[in-house]
């Protein structure tokens, strides 16, 4: 049954090391025409306030996706049973106009979600949310978003500039994209420009879970929590790799310590199976930083895991 559908090259066709990197060895094609879900690159790191890099994030998260087998032999899910799936490469960003790149962004993604396909993002740093929400909101109104980040992301500006990696949820709630009362955010920490920077996202609605109320322990029960709020609703997975300790993923442009393990970056995608995910984006990994690859290794599996929640994925 599931000849029909893509499946990743396996390490006895052709060694691990070998052949084009396409994310998870899928194969690649130019739209999302007759997909369920695909993974989709946005090489875009100009929205970058500290160590930039993160365009480098999609190539080095498929290079590293070379290890991942399509059995999740922990929670049973066979994604590529049931599902087609695809890697449909890279936007084609402007690296030299944040602006002009959003409206390139959100055109793709326009397109993606014309095929009523799911897009599981290798970001790019954070910046590349906002226009990925643009896109979602004309498909399925504001969306409830589960978002793992060190930072808020709701800047009003940095250094005068209304859209970099610091401010998209700022600009998603004011232009509406998301469902405010139906948007956690998890594992923010960290040094704050102002006492009060995490006030403005709870007085929009937003659940707030420091990575502190977090430490050693389990987040099954947080999620159960999250399931039981969302319902329904769609929801957007927005994932920055610096949620996570740097300890676990060093490769980014702005580490914070005491964060996230992965165990615990596991139990929050594991914890939306059953949620109406139409979106997932892995951001902020920058290779420059990542000598071992590791990081890199962590996002894509932590991709593979996303594509692993998706409604319609048989469990097995
Ligand atoms: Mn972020
Ligand atoms: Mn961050």
Same mark, same amino acid.
């Given at each position: 049954?599931?000849?029909?559908?893509?499946?990743?090259?396996?390490?006895?066709?052709? %060694?691990?090391?070998?052949?084009?990197?396409?994310?998870?060895?899928?194969?690649?094609?130019?739209?999302?025409?007759?997909?369920?879900?695909?993974?989709?690159?946005?090489?875009?790191?100009?929205?970058?306030?500290?160590?930039?890099?993160?365009?480098?994030?999609?190539?080095a998260i498929r290079a590293e996706s070379c290890?991942?087998?399509?059995?999740?032999?922990?929670?049973?899910?066979?994604?590529?049973?049931?599902?087609?799936?695809?890697?449909? #490469?890279?936007?084609?960003?402007?690296?030299?106009?944040?602006?002009?790149?959003?409206?390139?962004?959100?055109?793709?993604?326009?397109?993606?979600?014309?095929?009523?396909?799911?897009?599981?993002?290798?970001?790019?740093?954070?910046?590349?949310?906002?226009?990925?929400?643009?896109?979602?909101?004309?498909?399925?109104?504001?969306?409830?978003?589960?978002?793992?980040?060190?930072?808020?992301?709701?800047?009003?500006?940095?250094?005068?500039?209304?859209?970099?990696?610091?401010?998209?949820?700022?600009?998603?709630?004011?232009?509406?994209?998301?469902?405010?009362?139906?948007?956690?955010?998890?594992?923010?920490?960290?040094?704050?420009?102002?006492?009060?920077?995490?006030?403005? %996202?709870?007085?929009? #609605?937003?659940?707030?879970?420091?990575?502190?109320?977090?430490?050693?322990?389990?987040?099954?029960?947080?999620?159960?929590?999250?399931?039981?709020?969302?319902?329904?609703? $769609?929801?957007?997975?927005?994932?920055?790799?610096?949620?996570?300790? $740097?300890?676990?993923?060093?490769?980014? #442009?702005?580490?914070e310590y005491g964060g996230l393990t992965i165990?615990? #970056?596991?139990?929050?995608?594991?914890?939306?199976?059953?949620?109406?995910?139409?979106?997932?984006?892995?951001?902020?990994?920058? %290779? $420059?930083?990542? %000598?071992?690859?590791?990081?890199?290794?962590?996002?894509?599996?932590?991709?593979?895991?996303?594509?692993?929640?998706?409604?319609?994925?048989?469990?097995?």
């Amino acid at each position: 049954m599931s000849s029909t559908k893509n499946q990743p090259l396996g390490g006895n066709e052709m %060694p691990r090391f070998g052949g084009p990197a396409t994310m998870m060895r899928l194969p690649t094609q130019p739209t999302a025409e007759g997909l369920d879900a695909c993974f989709v690159g946005v090489p875009f790191d100009i929205g970058t306030s500290n160590r930039a890099g993160a365009r480098f994030g999609p190539r080095a998260i498929r290079a590293e996706s070379c290890l991942l087998r399509p059995y999740n032999m922990e929670t049973g899910a066979a994604p590529f049973d049931s599902l087609q799936v695809a890697d449909i #490469g890279d936007v084609a960003i402007n690296t030299f106009n944040i602006q002009k790149s959003m409206d390139i962004i959100e055109a793709a993604y326009d397109d993606i979600l014309s095929h009523d396909c799911i897009p599981l993002t290798l970001g790019g740093d954070h910046t590349v949310a906002l226009p990925i929400l643009r896109a979602l909101k004309k498909k399925h109104g504001p969306v409830a978003m589960v978002h793992i980040d060190a930072h808020a992301d709701i800047n009003d500006n940095m250094f005068g500039e209304p859209i970099a990696h610091g401010t998209p949820f700022r600009r998603a709630v004011e232009e509406g994209l998301l469902d405010c009362n139906h948007v956690y955010q998890i594992g923010l920490r960290g040094t704050g420009y102002a006492a009060e920077d995490f006030d403005w %996202p709870k007085e929009q #609605g937003f659940e707030v879970v420091c990575a502190n109320e977090c430490w050693h322990k389990s987040l099954a029960p947080l999620m159960a929590q999250v399931r039981e709020k969302m319902g329904d609703r $769609p929801v957007h997975i927005s994932f920055d790799i610096d949620g996570l300790d $740097p300890s676990a993923a060093p490769g980014t #442009g702005t580490p914070e310590y005491g964060g996230l393990t992965i165990i615990q #970056g596991y139990e929050i995608i594991r914890g939306c199976q059953g949620l109406n995910v139409v979106g997932g984006d892995m951001v902020e990994i920058a %290779p $420059p930083y990542d %000598p071992s690859g590791n990081t890199a290794l962590l996002g894509a599996n932590l991709l593979y895991e996303m594509l692993c929640i998706l409604p319609g994925v048989t469990i097995r």
